[in-house]
């Protein structure tokens, strides 16, 4: 999978080839990654690529043109590392959620060899003429406001990889929370008893219907309880 990073900070992405499973994947080539700094095809010897907002209020805007120049080069990089296609998303506090639905559609994507292309907001916001023009995707990660969409990238960047072929085992990916729209049961391991606490009899029967069946009914007494939101999904239409 080709993955390129419209930012003002491209130094913060690299953290994603340097530890954990999105280090082993790159290595072992299932992902690749560059970025693309606006500063790159600003025009003025500052290298500006803000400037105030029209109608005035707080805060600096991004301008279109260094970051359409920015996904124009991406794409070609694309087209010529094989990519038939090219989607772009803007990371934005006012996105659609990130659910595990759309990361698992996002790494099924590779094998139709669609590239990605994350763009990085900074700032009060980008130009809307750019995002009309160029973003296909506005996905944000939380209700909440970041410095910028550097961040989001990454997490997104991590979740995607996680699914991509070859980069977890199968069973991991399908045993882990909203893979079937619930969330995760609780975990243990040695020692069988901590600090007063003891690992679940059933855990340690092996009979493993038991444990198959005391496995559901956690999982859906924790969605029930934390995220019954999950549970309201799966209710069928009026």
């Given at each position: ?16 080839t ?15 990654m ?6 790159s095809?600003?025009t003025d ?55 595990d ?36 995707e506005?996905?944000?990660i ?14 997104l ?51 493993h219907a ?29």
């Amino acid at each position: 999978m080709r993955i390129d990073v419209v930012t003002l900070f491209p130094d913060m992405f690299a953290v994603l080839t340097q530890f954990g499973v999105s280090r082993r994947a790159h290595e072992q080539g299932t992902w690749r990654m560059a970025s693309w700094d606006p500063r790159s095809f600003a025009t003025d010897v500052h290298r500006t690529v803000d400037d105030r907002p029209f109608g005035g209020g707080p805060g600096m805007v991004l301008m279109a043109e260094p970051l359409a120049q920015c996904v124009e080069a991406a794409r070609t990089a694309q087209r010529e590392a094989g990519c038939d296609r090219t989607h772009v998303i803007a990371l934005s506090a006012s996105g659609t959620p990130l659910r595990d639905a759309r990361v698992r559609c996002l790494a099924a994507q590779a094998a139709a060899r669609v590239g990605l292309v994350l763009v990085c907001g900074r700032y009060e916001g980008i130009d809307q003429r750019f995002v009309d023009s160029f973003v296909d995707e506005e996905i944000s990660i939380g209700d909440f406001i970041l410095s910028g969409g550097e961040i989001a990238a990454m997490a997104l960047i991590d979740a995607v990889v996680r699914h991509l072929p070859g980069t977890m085992k199968q069973e991991s990916a399908e045993d882990e929370s909203f893979a079937g729209g619930r969330l995760d049961v609780p975990h243990y391991t040695r020692p069988e008893s901590w600090r007063g606490q003891e690992v679940p009899a059933v855990l340690l029967s092996g009979h493993h219907a038991r444990i198959a069946r005391w496995r559901e009914e956690q999982s859906l007494a924790r969605t029930r309880r934390v995220r019954p939101d999950l549970l309201q999904d799966d209710l069928p239409g009026d």
